[in-house]
């Protein structure tokens, strides 16, 4: 298991599509199950990136065998993993999107949430309706051509934090409030903050871009810099 640094300890992995192996044998007979549920294509391809991306980040981050982890839904949506048909000691997140998934896992008890998001031009419209006046403001304040990366990485903390709150996007987005301090991090993650406002929850974070990508993750209590769980990909020889 990751050590403690300055903060909660959190690893994370990222995977793509052409890594995942082209059998079920590798989920558990209730995943089977769910995922015989699922009629679209893309909508089976993406659950099953999801869940072999979680299985091996969980497996990493325990020090257990991949085989032994089950993921599956909480009452209320949000992931859960299973160790040998008991409660893991963890907590999880993750998303996926174009063929490319990420995750991130830390102790039980930890309030968590991980996003992915594409680096896309989005409308003024989107802007307008998503974001909260604080956050339109800090796009504009930036150069133009930063402007579809900043509203991508804000839009995508956003999830995160919606998902270590357990609603998703039940919530309105422009409940919670992105803040991106400039001093801090290294090794690619740079922090970042939100506040809840109908609750009052404060989440703290980290975000990295990769390429047309951006990954970010909120937790509660404040995470350490994220840790990679694998040295390479799972699938790849």
Same mark, same amino acid.
């Given at each position: ?7 909660? #300890? ?17 989920? /558990? ?25 979680? /299985?091996?980040?969980?497996? &990493? !981050?325990?020090?257990?065998? !991949? ?66 006046? &604080? ?67 404060? !989440? &703290? ?22 840790? #990679?769980?694998?040295?390479? &990909?799972?699938?790849?020889?």
């Amino acid at each position: 298991m990751i050590a403690p640094l300055t903060g909660v #300890p959190v690893g994370w992995l990222t995977t793509d599509s052409v890594e995942v192996r082209e059998d079920d044998g590798w989920l /558990k007979p209730d995943e089977r199950v769910r995922l015989a549920t699922l009629q679209v294509p893309a909508r089976r391809a993406d659950w099953r990136l999801g869940r072999w991306t979680a /299985k091996h980040a969980v497996a &990493a !981050f325990l020090g257990a065998g !991949f085989e032994a982890v089950e993921i599956r839904a909480a009452p209320d949506g949000a992931p859960e993993a299973l160790l040998g048909g008991e409660p893991a000691p963890v907590s999880l997140s993750f998303s996926h999107r174009a063929g490319r998934a990420a995750c991130a896992v830390a102790p039980a008890g930890t309030a968590l949430g991980c996003d992915l998001e594409l680096v896309e031009p989005r409308s003024a419209a989107f802007v307008r309706d998503y974001l909260t006046p &604080a956050e339109q403001a800090l796009v504009e304040a930036a150069p133009e051509m930063d402007h579809p990366f900043l509203v991508n990485l804000i839009w995508s903390a956003k999830e995160s934090a919606l998902k270590a709150l357990r609603t998703g996007l039940r919530l309105d987005t422009r409940s919670v409030e992105v803040r991106l301090p400039e001093d801090g991090g290294s090794e690619g993650w740079r922090p970042l903050a939100v506040h809840a406002r109908e609750t009052g929850e404060d !989440f &703290a974070g980290w975000w990295r871009r990769d390429g047309g990508w951006v990954l970010t993750l909120a937790a509660s209590p404040p995470p350490e810099i994220p840790r #990679p769980l694998l040295d390479k &990909a799972p699938g790849r020889v």
